[in-house]
Each structure stands twice: as structure tokens, then as C-alpha cells.
């Protein structure tokens, strides 16, 4: 189509994702190679860029590009989407005034400063005023952007394009009811004979290489990509050709490095895999925070936690730690990366209890959003929750409320994404496992590519055509439900365990 | 200055700061880490972010502020440098229109690319038509940025603020007139017995542990600071506090990994000494290319070749290639950095033959734009000028014009500044000799740190205050002349090789 006004609305989006992209560096950069002496011009550079990305998207001009192709008949499908996921980032920017983005940027500042110096101290009261000032900025911001009575509503939209909180609240209180007695029942259970692995020590270097082993192995392009390390493990796309994993590695337990680099590298195949003829604009992007999570989360867990998984990895893995696998069964190895425990840490749980700290942390900023709860009332309100979910009780707030950062971030909404990710996942894996009978055994041989290839045809190459929802409805004929996962954790954890689950 | 006007200005200078940092940054990624499937995204977004930096250059709004500073009374002196910089900065990009900007653009696009062609084939006829357009291109960007007649001094100052072809001919016809018959001496002196590095391996690894350790000795910050490897070496500043060097490694000839690392360290030196409280404004970058290129060359040469240097390191370089080092004395080792021949190709030449390669270039571009010569004779012209300075004629044009890549990417103007930094140089280490009297003493005990805090104290931390002459003539009390490069090179010469140098 020739029309003027719409090269120049690509031209437009294309400007806004390789602004985005050179943020994703910068933010890569920071974590990986950056010497610390970059730290302040860091900080001027991201939020010049920032500046720049913002003017950009509340354009005047872009607006009116918008609303020209709003109205313009010849306009395909395909062409439609672009413009309406442009136009709710747009309206997202546009509604929410200026004063309230900057005094929304300082106070997170200000909060993430007294969220460390909180979690040093173990004193939550160090937290307390800056998280209520952001509570109410959050509220503020939300009833800006819009929303229809459900203010967390407007906030959730940010991760996940289309969910509602009537929808995602009953999924997790179902999923909720299910967990909790099967946690009971599988902790109270005699664990299967497993892996010591406390026992030896793993040298970083053969970590190093075995990571990058596996991350190959899955189908991650290296021409298009690098896997480097971080003290925290996370994804950076700056363009489909380069996606940059990281992961960490410690000498006393090789499963932080695997386990870290195969969940990356599961957001990673998704970001090389997205369509490559929208590199540039809106459609060529994920869908939703809760479906890239889905695709680190399956390859981490349904994929990575399995007996064929590890069987068609136990040659490399014999080579890379001979001595610490020493008279060691490839089960034993599956089952020390399934251990489950009642932990107080969510980045530490396994993935029976995972899901139970998110529930206490979404039942808890729901609240807060909702005026149900005060921000005073919370280490209490976290503990209590703690305690009737996982059966444990922090002994300070620095091990409960004070653990994540992310409410210090001003990221209310975002914690679902992590439970979404894995019903999605479930849901994915089952059909998966339906349409690829010989799947399993494809693993044992150490095939992992159609996984990838199923992932690639069902997921990655939509990208953001439709909503996270409707992707995965349309791969596997289902909505959203608690089903799958449930019946995933129940045959995996049952099995292991000996323990008949639901 | 509580002046409102003023802060806005310095805002704008700031995000113009940032954003050419960005550049930096992603220009240095693209070099060393990058996978290769990033490279058409990386075009991309290089691309906006020179139209994001075109466009806050020339915004109306920053001609105003820049006005309204021009004409207010209360501005100090610091301040209407300030001004001046971004101004010249400012005219040089409205005055050219856009329409020729994207010309250039996409012709030195065409010509890189043909150039490439060119080199591989050795037909200069390939290139020859780019190059013609290019020139054509650049004599209407010149006349477009204004000039007094001399269209090449429009160019000149992109690289050397203040300098003209009035000023800088003379000299360097001078100094060749000067330098042919110390070469013609020189080579046909027994050259003093050397180390025979060729008949050893320099595993790569060893070499980048020396390479850091003499960086370190310079006082390269390495919290301010990295050294990596690319295939040219480079240095890139993102900030005074991020200064990013990289050399590359022979293994089969350890001094193109050691004099990459100091000649990058000397300009790394300079980016992370400028003044910090100018680190977003228009003072605190440096003065010109061709002082950048005098910090480099000084420590390579003036500094990094002298028998003192390698005295004060012998201990070191022995620890690193003890093998290769057996039964060899540091004499040797000097005389091995500092051999000198008759060369083909400027990249690889000695210090002595160096600056007449230049002159080569310098005449012949200079040609180029006055329209003396026509693009077709180049070739021809190129090989007579090698004759006359060198007394060497290249066997095909892959060996002699076609050997840089620097008019290709339209850089006319750029070549001077090679030599332009020897000169000050020169100056700068003469003066340094003669009010530092142990600096010799200081080095031979390896102790680099005097050279480091004198050019830190009378280049590195006055920015762009004055432009690149000035700071030399306020540090040296002379004007730019020839006597300090030929007294330095006549004096270190004539005794390595025992001849009466003029």
C-alpha cells in the first residue's frame, strides 16, 4: 500500500523500537560490562533516552497518523493491529500528565534508595511512607490511564495486554485451593533418593561451558545472541538478530548457572523468534509479560525439570562434572532439580510452591490498590498469608515482605505475570505433548528442537498479533485455566514423590 | 546563575551530550561484542539516534536560547565558551541542508562499499566515480558551511577547530622538506643490533595480562575504564567515568598488542581527565582531533619508545616472555620499537616515515577540494608524491591509494590531524622534559604517573576551554612549529642509529 501516511507511521514505530532497543543495550551494558565509574553518565543517558522515547510517542503528529489510519478503510488486518497496539501504547503515555510521570520516577527512586537500606536494617518502617506515597501515586496513575472501577485493571494492562482482574482473581485463588494440599502432601512425603551435589564443588569454567552447551542445544542462534553473566540472570533484546542472555554461576551448586541459563534462553528463543518482517514495528514483539514468562517457565520446568531431559543430557553432563556424578543415577539428578521445600524466598522456591508466593503477593498489591489495605498493615498481612498458604512465617521482614524489589519499582501488576507464565505454560505443554507423541523420546536422543520448532510455529512467530490469550487459545483450543498445571504438577510431583495428588 | 534561559541551555546541552555518548557506546558494542545478526537492527538504530541528535541540534528553540545568551550581559567567561563551542557546533549543522546531509550519507555509504570493492580487486576505477561524487559532494558541504575562499578549511575545522590551510601547509611542507633526508640517513645507517621478536609465539593471553598492566601503569582508571580487543583498535568515550580502549593481539609480533594499549591508553587518559564539572556541557570534551591524537602519540612514542620506558619495565616484560626475552638486552628491546624503513602503508609505519605519509594525503586531498586535481589522476599522483617522500612506489593501488578507508567515509580534512598531534606532541614532551628534570629518573623506576598528572594538568582537564593551539601555547609558551618534532626525532634517531641528524 502506497499511502504517504502510513510509511510514515511505520517510519514513526520503527523510530520508537530502536529507541526502545538502545535502552534494552544501554540496560544490558550496565549489568554486564559497564566499569562503575559509567554508573552516573548511565543515569543522564537512560533518562535523555527516555526523554526522547516519551516526546516521541506523545507526538502530536503521531496521534493524528493514528487517527488517519483509525479511519482509513483500506487498511488490512494485519495493519490494524499495528496501529491499535501503537495506539494503546500511545494513550497510555498521553493520559497520564507529565508531573505525575516525573514525581512517579523520583519517588521510585527515593523508594528503591529505602527499600536496600530497609532490607539491611530489616526494618520495614524505613519502606513504609515512600511505598505509601507510590500506593497512591500508582491509584492516581491508574485512574489516568483509565479504568472501569477496578483500578489494579489499568496497571495489570502494562504486562498484560487484556487482563482483567475479574478474570486472573478467581484463577488464582482456584489454583490457590489446589496447591495448598498438594504441597502438604508431597512435603510431608519421604523425598526420592537424590543428587548431593553440596558435597563438590563446580569450577566456574566448566559451568561456563556447559551452560552455553545447553542453551546451543535448545536452539538458541549464538550469531544471533550471546549468553555473558550478571549477578542477576535476565533477557535483553536490542533486535530479534541479538538477544543477550545472562546467567550466574555458583561453585557450590551447578543448578543457579543451568537452571539460569535455560529459563533465559527460553525468553530468548522467543525474542529470536519473533517475525522477522515486523522487526521494526508493533506487531513484532511479545504479547505479554505472562507469555514470555510462559516460555522461559516451560523450558525451565516442564522441559527442564524431566527425567527424558536430563537423560538425553547425561553424557555431556557426566563430562562436564565427572567426579561430582560419580556413582550418581541420571533419576537421582532429576530429582535434586524437583526438590520442593516451604521456603520464604520466592526467587529460591521450586515450582510446587512458586506459585503460592504470588498468590500472597498479588492478593496483597491488589488489596493495596483496591484502599483495602494499608501500606503499616502489610508485613503483618504478609505473614499471615505466609503462614496460611506455605505454612511459614518469616522470622524478620528482610525474609518476607522486604524480599522483592519490584513495589519499589512502582511495579504493581507485575507479579501475576510470573503465575500466568506458568498456566500458560502448562496449557502449552500438554497440547504439546498431544501434537509431538514422539516428543519424549526426541529428548531422551538430547533433541530438544521440536520443542523449539512447536514454541516458534505456535508462539514466537505471532508476536504481538493477537493478545497472550488468545495466542495460546488458538495453539491449544483452550482458555485460560487452572487444569493444566494442576494435572502437570500432580503427575510430576505425585510420581516423584509417591504420593497420589488430586 | 539563576537565569532560566540558562538552565534550559545547559539541559540541551546536556541530552546533546548524552545522546552522542549513546552513539558511543553503541558504535563500541558493535565492535567488540555484538553478534553478527545485530547488524541491521544496529544501522537502524544508529540511524535514528543521528535524527534524534540532528533534530535537538537544530531545533529553533535551542537557536533562540543560544541568541539570547549571545547578547546577555551577565554571562562569565567559562559560559560564553560554552556557548561559542555548541554554536559552532549548531551552525555547522543548520547551515547544511538536510537534503545534501542525506546525500553524503548515502554516498559514503556507496563509496565504503566500492572502496571494499575496490581494495579486494585493486581497481581504483571502482571506487574512482564514488569518490568523484564525493568530492563533488563535499566542496558544496563546505561552501554551504561558509569559508574565506579555501573551501578545505570548512572541512579542516570539523576535526581542528580554528586551524586553516593558510596556516597549516607551510608547516607541514616544512617539516617534509625537514624529515626526507633524516629517512634517506637514517636507512642507510647500520641499523643497532635489535631483538629478534619474529623467531617467538606471544600467546595471546600473556599478552593481554601486559597490555593491562601497562594501561594501569599509564593511570588508566580501570574503574573509569575497560581494555577489550577489536580487530582496529579504538577508544570511545560514554562518559569521563566509562572510557572503553581496545587494542588487538599478533601472536607472532608482541608490539602491535603493546603500542595499540598505550596509544589508546593516551587517548583514554585524555577522555577521563576532562573536567568533570563540564561533563555535560560543551567545555568537557576535547579541544581537537589533533591534540586527541598528540596524547595518544606522545605516550607511544615520545614516551613508550624511549630506552627509559622499557628500562622502568623490564622486570615486567621479562616476567611475561621470559623465553622469548632470553639473552637479550632492553637496548635491544628499544631498538626492536623503534626500527625504521621505507614503507608502503602508514598504519604500519615508524614514527620517523610516519608524518610523510601524511603529507602524501594531505596534499592530495587538499588538491582534491581546491579542484587541482581531478580523481581519475589520483592513482598516478599518489604513486609520484610516494617517490618523492618515501622513495618507495607501490606495485598496485590495494598497496597505495585504495590503502585507507578515510575518504571513502568522506573524511577530507581528517588526515592532518595525524600529524598535527606529533607536532604538539612534540611541543608538549619538550616543555614536560624541562620542567619535570627526574622525569627520565622517574620512568626508568617505572613510574609513569609524572607524565600522566602533566598532561592531566595542562591538556586533559582545561576541555575545550581554548582550542587546541592555545592549550598548547599556554602550556608550552610556543605557537605551533616543526622545531620540537624534528629536534625529538633528529635527537632519538641520529644516536639509534649513529648518525648526525640535522
Redesign the interface.
Known sequence: MGLSFWNELRERM??LR??T??SS??AW?QET??????????A??L???Q??LHERLIHPRLGELLALADQHPSLDETQRRMVANLARERNRAVRVPRSLVQELARRQSLAVEAWRAARERRDFSLLAPHLAELVRLKREQADAIGHEGERYDALLDAYEPGMRVSRLEPLLRELGKALVPMVQAVTEAKPPPRWRYEAHRFPVERQRRFAQLLVERMGF??????LDESSHPFTCA?????VRLTTRYDERNPWVGIFGAIHEAGHGLYEQNLPAEH??DTIGVPASMGLHESQSRLWENAVGRSLSFWEGLEGELRRAFPEALDGVSIREVQASACRVSRSLIRVDADELTYNLHILVRFELELALIRGELEVQDLPAAWNEKMDAYLGVVPEDDAQGVLQDIHWAWGEFGYFPSYTLGNLYAALLYERMQAELPAMDEELRRGNLLPVRDWLVEKVHRLGHRWDAEEIVRRATGKSLETGALVRYLADRYGSLYGVALP
Chains 1, 2 share one sequence.
Open positions: 520503527g523510530e530502536d529507541l532497543e538502545i543495550l544501554l551494558d560490562f559497564m566499569p562503575p565509574g559509567g554508573a552516573p553518565h548511565r543522564a543517558q533518562a535523555t533516552l526523554t526522547v542462534g549464538t550469531a544471533q545472541g550471546r536490542i533486535g530479534s538478530g541479538d522487526s521494526r
